[in-house]
């Protein structure tokens, strides 16, 4: 599998009754962390990792969605 393949699975595996809207901050923000993880681990490794993970990142992913909600403002750098 090459980056832009398992990048495309990341996104729709994340992207949960559509959570993630593309062009939003949050959506650009999961594409960083994906990527960033992508580049360090390689697509297969950072694919697993991510479905390991998924429920923590679904919650974390709601809570960005709400944080930029409520307030507006950008959360912690290492949120994600």
């Keep these: 599998m090459n980056k832009v393949q398992a990048m495309a699975r990341i996104m729709v595996l994340l992207n949960e009754n559509g959570l993630l809207k593309p062009g939003s901050k949050v959506y650009k923000a999961v594409r960083k962390m994906a990527s ?8 297969d490794t950072a694919l ?8 923590q990142l679904l919650d974390q992913i709601r809570m960005l969605n709400m944080w930029y909600k409520v307030s507006g403002k950008k959360p912690p750098p290492d949120y994600l």
Excluded: H, S
């Design 36 to 43: 960033d993880k992508i580049d360090r681990l390689g697509p």
């Design 48 to 55: 697993l990792q991510i479905i390991e993970k998924k429920d």
